[in-house]
């Protein structure tokens, strides 16, 4: 007896603190302490299995692995959406609704974000789970309740009690971003094969006959309607079905949106993103915010979804073939599609690089006409298998870079042609080398490369170097075409009279550019060493190379032994370093850049005034009080190191809005993670005002 009741305490207790933490995501207790009452109750169990229930938090951790999924018929069929594409095609689908109704009255919409993920259907049974299925064909899903209990936002027994005895959910179960990329990362790590995507990584999670794998792999869910209700299995009601108790329909609300706040109270996830418009008109708004905020969301989507949301107009509108009439999908430009290579190109860029670039038929895809996309090197070739000629996928999400994601070698032509690589460079004929060790061809033109001379020009003036108005990548093409420019100092003793006569270029523009020009001389020292564009010296790495050395003299006569000992600089990037000053055009450029630029000294700060010296910091996600650079720079100025990426040398994760992926492998580490008011107090405390 006395076990019965403390295992009564323990659900009750970690019950509300799963909520607390998966679904509102309010963490009330310690780790330590939630671990501590799971195993606590898993003890009681095993000692004694027959207070071991469906709805027991230790079912979160999976069961027995099953033989074969059985076969669940739904008891209410589950749909599926129709889609629209444009605007014209949803004013149709607003205009076939009135036609319906037979009225022009404004109607509201419940407008939600489409996850990209798998429709379940969860059936509750005196308020605890009893089974989970999936869509399937409609009418018969596959029993996966086994994996759903795995789920840690989805309640194994609703809260409170006012609830019908039979009450199905439908929603989407998906897997999170930031899950998706450290599944990614550790099957890479075992040599295993990724998932293309969060959808495929969410089914066949959930297609597991061994649910502890299941529960491993931090699924989510959230909820977009009701199944049915009903007082028993015989008594059920959904859409028109009569039943007598008081969860009728009465205990539903009459708006769909009002409805999904009602399942949300008993503790179902409800997407936070979800709305309700007063009428039609504010669709496009919506879905133009929803595309826009996209990438930030921490899940995938494809598009939105609205739907009529009073219930009484839904029961009028009714179904067509397997989709209701009240709601419709409004996908996004789709992501992915096929299109033949053309050619392949060679680019070289600052660093000599010789890029083979896929000239593609032009194809509409992710909302953009793609004609061009990297193939990166040599490796990334042999990776594909690809083909001149080849009809490949493409790929555009958000604002990423186009990438061919496979090639459709059922489709292969018979003219379909190996990719070589040239023998030489392709703009200034110099032989090419590939280092060992390195996937990259480069020319060894260096600047005497015409492509080289330009790129590195570019970078000097780019917006993090030198930051010089008026000079656009065009601009510099341009000048050096015309043999005005050759190395960056030049660009100094450029005249209004010269840059007048180039393309497009005013007075005024010229005269801008010169002033630019005059401004630009007077830089910092970290500014400097990252605009000479010197292989793998990044904006950090100049800075730390900088506040280490303090002189430009003291990095370029700087040994490899002594370079190494600047934070971020291993034996790579110590010998591109000395390999950069060694080279005659380099010394020469960099000759004729210290008589024309001027930057201020950098004092040696005593240890007091770098508080952080031996302290690693990641910053990720949004920072609302200030930008990522600006905490990167006040970190720095206190002595810290600032990196990119998580590992068990970082001290503390600076975690902002939507952290992702950095965040989960710092909290797997252990790392210390600061909120932004954290890092605030912190910069406060040592009088830095970011
Ligand atoms: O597959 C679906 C995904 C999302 C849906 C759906 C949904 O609402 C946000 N809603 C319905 C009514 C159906 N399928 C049938």
Same mark, same amino acid.
């Given at each position: 007896?006395?076990?019965?009741?403390?295992?009564?305490?323990?659900?009750?207790?970690?019950?509300?603190?799963?909520? #607390?933490?998966?679904?509102?995501?309010?963490?009330?207790?310690?780790?330590?302490?939630?671990?501590?009452?799971?195993?606590?109750?898993?003890?009681?169990?095993?000692?004694?299995? &027959?207070?071991?229930?469906?709805? %027991?938090?230790?079912?979160?951790?999976?069961?027995?692995?099953?033989?074969?999924?059985?076969?669940?018929?739904?008891?209410?069929?589950?749909?599926?959406?129709?889609?629209?594409?444009?605007?014209?095609?949803?004013?149709?689908?607003?205009?076939?609704?009135?036609?319906?109704?037979?009225?022009?009255?404004?109607?509201?919409?419940?407008?939600?974000?489409?996850?990209?993920?798998?429709?379940?259907?969860?059936?509750?049974? #005196?308020?605890?789970?009893?089974?989970?299925?999936?869509?399937?064909?409609?009418?018969?899903?596959?029993?996966?309740?086994?994996?759903?209990?795995?789920?840690?936002?989805?309640?194994?027994?609703?809260?409170?009690?006012?609830?019908?005895?039979?009450?199905? @959910?439908?929603?989407?179960?998906?897997?999170?971003?930031?899950?998706?990329?450290?599944?990614?990362?550790?099957?890479?790590?075992?040599?295993?094969?990724?998932?293309?995507?969060?959808?495929?990584?969410?089914?066949?999670?959930?297609?597991?006959?061994?649910?502890?794998?299941?529960?491993?792999?931090?699924?989510?869910?959230?909820?977009?309607?009701?199944?049915?209700?009903?007082? %028993?299995?015989?008594?059920? &009601?959904?859409?028109?079905?009569?039943?007598?108790?008081?969860?009728?329909?009465?205990?539903?609300?009459?708006?769909?949106?009002?409805?999904?706040?009602?399942?949300?109270?008993?503790?179902?996830?409800?997407?936070?993103?979800?709305?309700?418009?007063?009428?039609?008109?504010?669709?496009?708004?919506?879905?133009?915010?929803?595309?826009?905020?996209?990438?930030?969301?921490?899940?995938?989507?494809?598009?939105?979804?609205?739907? @009529?949301?009073?219930?009484?107009?839904?029961?009028?509108?009714?179904?067509?073939?397997?989709?209701?009439?009240?709601?419709?999908?409004?996908?996004?430009?789709?992501?992915?599609?096929?299109? #033949?290579?053309?050619?392949?190109?060679?680019?070289?860029?600052?660093?000599?690089?010789?890029?083979?670039?896929?000239?593609?038929?032009?194809i509409f895809v992710g909302g953009v006409t793609v004609s061009n996309a990297t193939l990166h090197n040599q490796d990334e070739i042999d990776r594909l298998g690809i083909k001149i000629n080849d009809f490949v996928t493409i790929r555009r999400a958000g604002d990423v870079i186009p990438q061919i994601? &496979?090639?459709?070698?059922?489709?292969?032509?018979?003219?379909?042609?190996?990719?070589?690589?040239?023998?030489?460079?392709?703009?200034?004929?110099?032989?090419?080398?590939?280092?060992?060790?390195?996937?990259?061809?480069?020319?060894?033109?260096?600047?005497?490369?015409?492509?080289?001379?330009?790129?590195?020009?570019?970078?000097?003036?780019?917006?993090?170097?030198?930051?010089?108005?008026?000079?656009?990548?065009?601009?510099?093409?341009?000048?050096?075409?015309?043999?005005?420019?050759?190395?960056?100092?030049?660009?100094?003793?450029?005249?209004?009279?010269?840059?007048?006569?180039?393309?497009?270029?005013?007075?005024?523009?010229?005269?801008?550019?010169?002033?630019?020009?005059?401004?630009?001389?007077?830089?910092?020292?970290?500014?400097?060493?990252?605009?000479?564009?010197?292989?793998?010296?990044?904006?950090?790495?100049?800075?730390?190379?900088?506040?280490?050395?303090?002189?430009?003299?003291?990095?370029?006569?700087?040994?490899?032994?002594?370079? #190494?000992? @600047?934070?971020?600089?291993?034996?790579?990037?110590?010998?591109?370093?000395?390999?950069?000053?060694?080279?005659?055009?380099?010394?020469?450029?960099?000759?004729?850049?210290?008589?024309?630029?001027?930057?201020?000294?950098?004092?040696?700060?005593?240890?007091?005034?770098?508080?952080?010296?031996?302290?690693?910091?990641?910053?990720?996600?949004?920072?609302?009080?200030?930008?990522?650079?600006?905490?990167?720079?006040?970190?720095?100025?206190?002595?810290?190191?600032?990196?990119?990426?998580?590992?068990?040398?970082?001290?503390?994760?600076?975690?902002?809005?939507?952290?992702?992926?950095?965040?989960?492998?710092?909290?797997?580490?252990?790392?210390?993670?600061?909120?932004?008011?954290?890092?605030?107090?912190?910069?406060?405390?040592?009088?830095?005002?970011?």
């Open positions: 007896m006395a076990n019965f009741q403390r295992v009564t305490e323990l659900h009750h207790l970690i019950h509300q603190y799963n909520h #607390q933490y998966y679904v509102l995501d309010e963490p009330s207790v310690p780790d330590v302490e939630y671990d501590r009452l799971m195993r606590e109750l898993i003890t009681i169990e095993l000692e004694d299995p &027959s207070l071991k229930s469906l709805d %027991s938090p230790s079912q979160k951790v999976g069961g027995e692995a099953l033989k074969a999924f059985t076969q669940v018929t739904h008891q209410v069929p589950m749909l599926s959406l129709d889609n629209v594409f444009s605007d014209d095609e949803w004013q149709a689908f607003v205009k076939r609704i009135h036609d319906r109704l037979v009225s022009d009255k404004v109607f509201e919409i419940c407008a939600e974000p489409k996850l990209d993920g798998l429709a379940v259907s969860l059936r509750y049974e #005196q308020g605890v789970l009893v089974q989970a299925a999936t869509r399937g064909d409609g009418a018969v899903g596959e029993n996966i309740t086994e994996n759903v209990r795995t789920i840690k936002s989805i309640p194994l027994k609703l809260i409170g009690d006012d609830y019908p005895s039979v009450l199905e @959910v439908r929603g989407e179960v998906f897997m999170p971003k930031s899950s998706f990329d450290a599944l990614n990362e550790q099957a890479l790590k075992k040599g295993e094969k990724a998932f293309a995507n969060p959808r495929n990584a969410a089914a066949g999670s959930l297609r597991q006959l061994d649910s502890k794998i299941t529960a491993k792999r931090n699924l989510a869910f959230y909820v977009y309607g009701v199944g049915f209700i009903g007082d %028993s299995n015989q008594n059920l &009601s959904s859409e028109g079905i009569q039943i007598t108790n008081k969860y009728n329909e009465d205990w539903l609300s009459n708006s769909h949106y009002q409805r999904l706040c009602q399942l949300k109270k008993l503790g179902l996830p409800m997407c936070p993103e979800v709305k309700l418009l007063k009428g039609s008109d504010l669709v496009d708004a919506f879905y133009q915010n929803i595309l826009k905020l996209r990438e930030q969301l921490s899940y995938e989507i494809d598009g939105t979804v609205f739907k @009529v949301d009073d219930i009484a107009l839904q029961s009028k509108l009714g179904f067509v073939a397997r989709a209701p009439r009240w709601a419709m999908a409004y996908k996004f430009p789709a992501q992915e599609e096929t299109t #033949q290579l053309l050619d392949v190109d060679f680019q070289v860029g600052r660093t000599g690089a010789i890029t083979p670039v896929a000239r593609l038929n032009p994601v &496979s090639v459709q070698l059922h489709k292969r032509p018979e003219n379909a042609a190996d990719i070589i690589f040239p023998a030489t460079c392709p703009v200034c004929d110099s032989e090419v080398l590939r280092a060992e060790g390195e996937a990259v061809l480069r020319c060894t033109g260096g600047l005497f490369c015409a492509a080289q001379r330009k790129e590195a020009i570019k970078h000097f003036a780019s917006r993090k170097a030198l930051d010089v108005d008026g000079l656009g990548d065009k601009l510099v093409e341009q000048l050096v075409d015309e043999k005005l420019i050759s190395t960056p100092a030049d660009l100094f003793r450029l005249t209004e009279l010269d840059v007048s006569i180039m393309e497009r270029m005013g007075k005024k523009s010229a005269a801008n550019l010169i002033s630019g020009l005059v401004n630009a001389r007077k830089t910092t020292l970290p500014k400097f060493v990252y605009s000479l564009g010197i292989r793998e010296v990044g904006e950090t790495t100049a800075s730390n190379l900088a506040h280490y050395f303090l002189t430009f003299e003291a990095i370029k006569l700087a040994s490899e032994e002594q370079l #190494q000992k @600047v934070p971020d600089v291993g034996a790579i990037v110590a010998r591109n370093i000395i390999h950069f000053f060694k080279q005659q055009h380099n010394i020469d450029v960099v000759n004729d850049l210290e008589t024309i630029m001027t930057w201020p000294i950098i004092e040696k700060k005593s240890a007091d005034q770098q508080p952080l010296l031996d302290k690693t910091f990641v910053i990720t996600g949004t920072l609302s009080q200030m930008g990522r650079n600006e905490a990167k720079a006040a970190l720095q100025s206190l002595g810290a190191k600032v990196s990119g990426s998580v590992s068990v040398k970082t001290h503390y994760l600076v975690a902002g809005e939507k952290a992702g992926s950095k965040l989960t492998k710092a909290l797997d580490l252990g790392v210390e993670v600061l909120n932004e008011d954290d890092l605030v107090d912190l910069l406060n405390e040592h009088g830095v005002t970011a």
